[in-house]
């Protein structure tokens, strides 16, 4: 990184990929200059972390070539080796980190890089590693066991592994799916510094507004093809939301909210059973009839244990949950559903459907004990048919009928066939857990409406997400978890994203300006 | 150039029965090979032990008689690998469902026929069925893992039978062989044809089929079978009981399993011994192997196995060459099955690589 022309970094020419008869890049060219960032933008499936995957060399493409700078310019990379991608100087920080938990940052960061033998020599690895933190501002506990480090710093220990490799070209997919704000902008911060020094960047999202914030050009990907290329200073936010999508998005409005009786109410409630991060602590609330909640904070501080307990996987250890003011004793999903508790779980496909098993199957899944859907232990094929086949109408999910594998099913039909499954019953209190996540901005919009329709009837509704943009579309009231304790931070109306990001962070004081 | 895979989006009936019979027909063409070093002619070798199995009337029994157990021990591990159960102790709870028979039918009860034949098959179904009911709660319970538990408990069950054939079960009138008192005559299985060993535990295996089969597709429990099987999380958030359909689960299987066992001491040997089985309880795990867990395929899988048995002894009286051979086909039909059913989840892709 010594003086840094305008130059070329990296240059993919006219890549094509096909899986099957889906092509997943369609002649996507892009460049790359020193010391820029470029922002990849585009829904989930619309080819993004394909096109990375080609140039990173997991996957070979079928037409076009990758071009990596090297000392006669650009040269071309060869295809299907990421031994060769790091050689050339791409280095990539993927969504789901890839460190060693039980080795310390240091020792992560040397992984691979030197022979068995000579792997005593830390003294010279260790003396780079600390001038690369000075040049780059990723502070980092170098002889901390990864496992005791926060998400943040494990994100800083990937992208020194990749710096310590002297990347060219840094690679980030999703890098702030895991972040506060303030963590993300204090990765901003380290980012515009690495590419005044030469570092070119790309940097993976579907997040318009960190994309403007982050992002010299901005690239993006619709259905395999690139549906255009902008200049970050001069684009506008709607603009790029109807290129990601290929047609204007209607912006979901909401009337405001007409709060009614307290259908579900936590009282004191602690939960210590299961993992640590469902463990609560003392929490205390209540959802309304016609109000939705909106439950930030950063992942793993407690939403997985208020999840678990209003699903019904779940009882207090301490306290008391109370359904209707009736208070809840035992864990019974069933009994939940039968009373009028929709639920859509964090993980889709994970927990939301057998995906062996037919649409229509996992659309009774949960009632199947009802006489909705059997008598006496026969299933009532019929009336199941039937429900699957308005709900394909209803909610518009897209797949070959009723008998098709939830397997086959992308994760935005996934998502409006749980929808179809819970809303359906006309439910009292809806628990929507990551109800957008990896959805594309057309499939977010309907989810979203759905939501507030629901609430309009009258239903409690809370809302658990990681997407703070999502939460201020959504929410009446907010309520912050950290470390197992839930913050009551008060109507929608007078909140900003700084003050829910310290609350997130964990800042008492903010909390106690808002109590009063 | 070079070979890839790829997932398969579906894998049609056709092709999972293609991949059943090819395994079957793999496994016979393997076997040629050793039959040729014993100096045998394989085609000689296989016609012989087509005529053994299926030749005659009387060797249409033999094999139906031998493919009984084995329809009964099939169906047990393929309902509970349905479930994601690893039942491999359906040898142990053949033996434990014998006993019970024993116990039961050996003049405790004095009924006709028509109550003592019921009562001993349902004696012998929930004693086997209590031998997977326990390891499926200790794994429930601390975790413990379910094919250590079950695969030991066969040494243990079939040691505690030889102990009691010795001792307190020992048959004084059995001129000092280790065997237990005979069943009464009532609660013997009634042959299917005179003179032949067939009896009427084929009919109730045939019956267990069709019963699971319509169970898996019909009823509410086969649905929640299914659910937990395919997908457990998934299950329990949509609310079934998942350790309760598991150790339902359990009881069908060892259940069957124990029936196997009742069906060897009421419809073929009359007594208990700790030879009754000459491990149906492992073929079993083949035949529901190569049915692909079917119901009604373990049916077709546990004829061709006992088939293999008995037209392999009776080619090797023929011939001269060891019944070994029909170890060896049945081993090798499980592991072509195994391999076949890696293609049922991927295809093999012939790749021009790019030039780089």
Same mark, same amino acid.
């Given at each position: 990184m010594t003086d840094i022309p305008a130059s070329a970094l990296l240059s993919?020419?006219?890549?094509?990929?096909?899986?099957?008869?889906?092509?997943?890049?369609?002649?996507?060219?892009?460049?790359?200059?020193?010391?820029?960032?470029?922002?990849?933008?585009?829904?989930?499936?619309?080819?993004?972390?394909?096109?990375?995957?080609?140039?990173?060399?997991?996957?070979?493409?079928?037409?076009?070539?990758?071009?990596?700078?090297?000392?006669?310019?650009?040269?071309?990379?060869?295809?299907?080796?990421?031994?060769?991608?790091?050689?050339?100087?791409?280095?990539?920080?993927?969504?789901?980190?890839?460190?060693?938990?039980?080795?310390?940052?240091?020792?992560?960061?040397?992984?691979?890089?030197?022979?068995?033998?000579?792997?005593?020599?830390?003294?010279?690895?260790?003396?780079?590693?600390?001038?690369?933190?000075?040049?780059?501002?990723?502070?980092?506990?170098?002889?901390?066991?990864?496992?005791?480090?926060?998400v943040g710093e494990k994100q800083r220990v990937e992208i020194l592994k990749a710096l310590y490799r002297d990347a060219k070209v840094l690679i980030l997919d999703e890098p702030t799916a895991v972040l506060t704000p303030q963590e993300a902008d204090g990765l901003f911060v380290v980012l515009r510094r690495l590419a005044a020094n030469g570092l070119g960047v790309i940097f993976i999202s579907h997040k318009l507004g960190e994309v403007l914030a982050i992002s010299n050009r901005i690239l993006v990907l619709r259905a395999g093809r690139k549906a255009g290329e902008l200049v970050s200073a001069t684009a506008d936010r709607r603009a790029i939301a109807d290129l990601m999508v290929g047609k204007a998005v209607a912006e979901v409005t909401r009337a405001p909210a007409k709060p009614g009786a307290a259908l579900m109410a936590f009282d004191k409630v602690s939960l210590r059973q299961g993992a640590s991060r469902q463990s609560l602590r003392k929490v205390?609330?209540?959802?309304?009839?016609?109000?939705?909640?909106?439950?930030?904070?950063?992942?793993?501080?407690?939403?997985?244990?208020?999840?678990?307990?209003?699903?019904?996987?779940?009882?207090?250890?301490?306290?008391?949950?109370?359904?209707?003011?009736?208070?809840?004793?035992?864990?019974?999903?069933?009994?939940?559903?039968?009373?009028?508790?929709?639920?859509?779980?964090?993980?889709?496909?994970?927990?939301?459907?057998?995906?062996?098993?037919?649409?229509?199957?996992?659309?009774?899944?949960?009632?199947?004990?009802?006489?909705?859907?059997?008598?006496?232990?026969?299933?009532?094929?019929?009336?199941?048919?039937?429900?699957?086949?308005?709900?394909i109408a209803a909610y518009d999910v897209r797949c070959l009928g009723p008998d098709a594998e939830a397997r086959l099913l992308s994760g935005g039909n996934v998502q409006k066939l749980i929808l179809a499954r819970v809303l359906e019953r006309e439910p009292r209190v809806i628990l929507a857990n990551q109800p957008t996540r990896g959805l594309d901005v057309g499939a977010q919009a309907e989810v979203h409406r759905r939501i507030?329709?629901?609430?309009?009837?009258?239903?409690?509704?809370?809302?658990?997400?990681?997407?703070?943009?999502?939460l201020f579309a959504l929410s009446d009231r907010f309520l912050v978890a950290h470390e197992g304790e839930i913050t009551d931070a008060g109507p929608a109306e007078g909140l900003d994203r700084s003050t829910i990001g310290l609350?997130?962070?964990?800042?008492?004081a903010a909390a106690e300006g808002l109590a009063s | 150039m070079s070979f890839r895979l790829e997932m398969r989006e579906n894998a049609s009936v056709g092709l999972r029965l293609g991949v059943s019979l090819g395994a079957g027909i793999v496994a016979l063409l393997l076997v040629a090979i050793p039959v040729l070093f014993a100096g045998g002619s394989p085609l000689t070798a296989y016609g012989l032990m087509?005529?053994?199995?299926?030749?005659?009337?009387?060797?249409?029994?033999?094999?139906?008689?031998?493919?009984?157990?084995?329809?009964?021990?099939?169906?047990?591990?393929?309902?509970?690998?349905?479930?994601?159960?690893?039942?491999?102790?359906?040898?142990?709870?053949?033996?434990?469902?014998?006993?019970?028979?024993v116990l039961v039918g050996s003049g405790l009860l004095q009924m006709p026929p028509a109550l003592l034949i019921p009562t001993v098959? %349902?004696? #012998?179904? !929930? *004693? &086997?069925?209590?031998?997977?009911?326990?390891?499926?709660?200790? =794994?429930?319970?601390?975790? /413990? +893992?379910?094919?250590v538990i079950t695969l030991l408990l066969n040494f243990i069950v079939i040691l505690f039978v030889q102990m009691l054939v010795e001792g307190p079960l020992k048959d004084p009138l059995a001129m000092g062989w280790p065997q237990s008192v005979p069943l009464l005559a009532e609660a013997k299985l009634p042959k299917l044809l005179p003179r032949l060993r067939m009896h009427w535990g084929l009919i109730t295996g045939v019956v267990a089929a069709i019963v699971l089969w319509v169970m898996?597709?019909?009823?509410?429990?086969?649905?929640?079978?299914?659910?937990?099987?395919?997908?457990?999380?998934?299950?329990?958030?949509?609310?079934?009981?998942?350790?309760?359909?598991?150790?339902?689960?359990?009881? %069908?299987? #060892?259940? !069957? *399993? &124990?029936?196997?066992?009742?069906?060897?001491?009421?419809?073929? =040997?009359?007594?208990?011994? /700790? +030879?009754?089985?000459?491990?149906?309880g492992y073929s079993g795990i083949v035949v529901a192997m190569l049915a692909g867990l079917s119901p009604i395929g373990t049916v077709i899988a546990a004829i061709f196995i006992a088939a293999v048995f008995v037209g392999a002894d009776s080619m090797s009286r023929a011939t001269g060459i060891s019944n070994y051979v029909a170890d060896l086909v049945v081993a090798l039909s499980l592991l072509c099955v195994l391999v076949g059913s890696f293609f049922l989840r991927f295809r093999l892709r012939y790749d021009r690589k790019l030039e780089a």
């Open positions: 993919l020419e006219n890549i094509t990929k096909r899986f099957g008869p889906l092509v997943a890049n369609d002649g996507i060219s892009l460049s790359l200059q020193r010391g820029e960032i470029l922002a990849l933008l585009g829904e989930n499936g619309a080819g993004k972390t394909t096109l990375m995957n080609i140039l990173f060399g997991h996957y070979v493409q079928d037409e076009g070539v990758v071009r990596v700078a090297g000392k006669n310019g650009l040269e071309t990379l060869p295809s299907g080796s990421p031994g060769a991608a790091l050689a050339a100087g791409v280095g990539m920080v993927h969504q789901h980190f890839t460190l060693a938990e039980n080795l310390s940052g240091l020792a992560n960061i040397r992984l691979g890089t030197e022979a068995l033998l000579s792997l005593g020599r830390a003294s010279a690895a260790r003396r780079k590693i600390e001038q690369i933190i000075a040049e780059s501002g990723l502070t980092v506990d170098l002889d901390r066991r990864v496992a005791d480090l926060t205390s609330f209540e959802l309304r009839a016609g109000e939705i909640v909106g439950l930030a904070g950063v992942s793993g501080n407690g939403q997985a244990g208020i999840a678990a307990l209003i699903s019904g996987l779940a009882v207090p250890s301490e306290g008391e949950l109370l359904l209707y003011g009736k208070p809840i004793h035992r864990a019974d999903p069933r009994a939940l559903v039968a009373a009028g508790v929709a639920r859509m779980p964090e993980d889709r496909q994970h927990d939301g459907v057998v995906g062996t098993m037919s649409v229509a199957d996992n659309i009774a899944i949960e009632e199947v004990r009802s006489p909705a859907f059997s008598r006496s232990g026969w299933l009532d094929r019929k009336a199941m048919r039937a429900r699957a086949q308005s709900a507030i329709a629901a609430r309009d009837r009258g239903a409690a509704v809370m809302v658990i997400s990681e997407d703070l943009d999502e609350l997130m962070a964990g800042h008492s | 087509v005529q053994g199995a299926f030749g005659s009337m009387f060797a249409l029994s033999e094999t139906l008689n031998r493919a009984t157990p084995l329809i009964l021990t099939g169906l047990a591990a393929a309902v509970a690998f349905r479930a994601k159960l690893w039942n491999i102790g359906a040898e142990g709870q053949l033996y434990i469902g014998a006993l019970a028979a098959m %349902i004696a #012998g179904f !929930l *004693a &086997g069925g209590m031998m997977m009911v326990i390891p499926t709660l200790i =794994k429930q319970r601390f975790g /413990a +893992d379910e094919v898996v597709r019909k009823t509410v429990l086969g649905f929640e079978i299914r659910a937990v099987g395919e997908n457990k999380a998934a299950a329990r958030f949509a609310g079934i009981p998942v350790d309760k359909t598991m150790l339902k689960v359990a009881l %069908i299987s #060892g259940g !069957l *399993a &124990g029936l196997a066992g009742v069906g060897e001491v009421a419809g073929v =040997k009359g007594y208990l011994s /700790a +030879d009754l089985s000459p491990g149906f």
